[in-house]
């Protein structure tokens, strides 16, 4: 069977597709992320606690950015090591998130995550987020990646998969709160970057659009009604 129909299938709120992005849209996806990261650029995010280090690098764009360090993982407006804004969000993603979401309003980050050859990222939820009813919209650019996702609890049943340049991922609904990682990277595998290695960015919304201090975001919203 194709592990794509039965991965759906089996897990409602969880919807891949595969080459979403064709290869153009990718190459120009790039670019703008590549701007991204020449005003906020990668950097190393740390264990809470133990400040062990990620072997994934970061960025964000969008008015909040995921970060993490011995004080915790957090949303913060601003770059850890430059302490500047992040970027907006390049207008490919946010018509990624239009189109795909299946929410009414405007994400509030994206992370930018790249991995090495040898990085990976262990099994987590995405949980830091004030609103679970918006999914967590994911796009990958460069080598494959095997992808793992399970269920809501920590040490139940997983499968894996593939996800190549251009795919799109989305964790809704039920599987909004899905345990997800990335067991490794398939070197070589993608042409898109030149130094290889994978970029993953995922969209998401961090406060409800109701929340104080968002009137701005919530106006925003409606602009995807008109
Ligand atoms: C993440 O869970 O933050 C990243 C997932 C991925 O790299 O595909
Ligand atoms: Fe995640």
Redesign the pocket.
């Known amino acids: 069977m194709n592990p794509t129909a039965s991965l759906t299938a089996d897990q409602p709120g969880l919807r891949f597709y595969p080459g979403y992005l064709d290869r153009e849209a990718q190459a120009e996806l790039l670019a703008a992320i590549r701007q991204v990261l020449t005003e906020a650029p990668l950097f190393t995010p740390r264990m809470p606690k133990s400040g062990r280090p990620f072997s994934?690098r970061m960025s964000n764009c969008g008015p909040f950015g995921w970060t993490s360090d011995e004080a915790g993982y957090r949303y913060s407006p601003n770059h850890p090591v430059t302490g500047r804004r992040w970027p907006p969000m390049p207008d490919a993603l946010v018509a990624a998130w239009q189109e795909l979401a299946e929410y009414p309003a405007r994400p509030e980050a994206c992370?930018i995550?790249y991995?090495g050859t040898n990085a990976k990222?262990g099994l987590?939820q995405?949980r830091d987020e004030a609103d679970f009813t918006a999914p967590?919209v994911?796009l990958?650019l460069g080598d494959s990646?095997l992808?793992r996702v399970g269920g809501m609890k920590r040490g139940g049943p997983t499968r894996s998969f593939r996800?190549n340049s251009g795919d799109a991922?989305v964790l809704g609904g039920e599987a909004r709160l899905a345990f997800?990682?990335?067991d490794r990277i398939q070197a070589g595998s993608s042409t898109l970057l030149a130094e290889g290695g994978?970029l993953?960015l995922?969209m998401r919304r961090v406060t409800r659009p109701r929340d104080k201090g968002i009137a701005d975001w919530a106006a925003a919203a409606e602009v995807f009604h008109e």
Request: proline share 0%.
């Open positions: 994934v992370l995550n991995y990222m987590h995405d967590v994911s990958s990646c992808f996800l991922l997800h990682g990335v994978r993953n995922t």
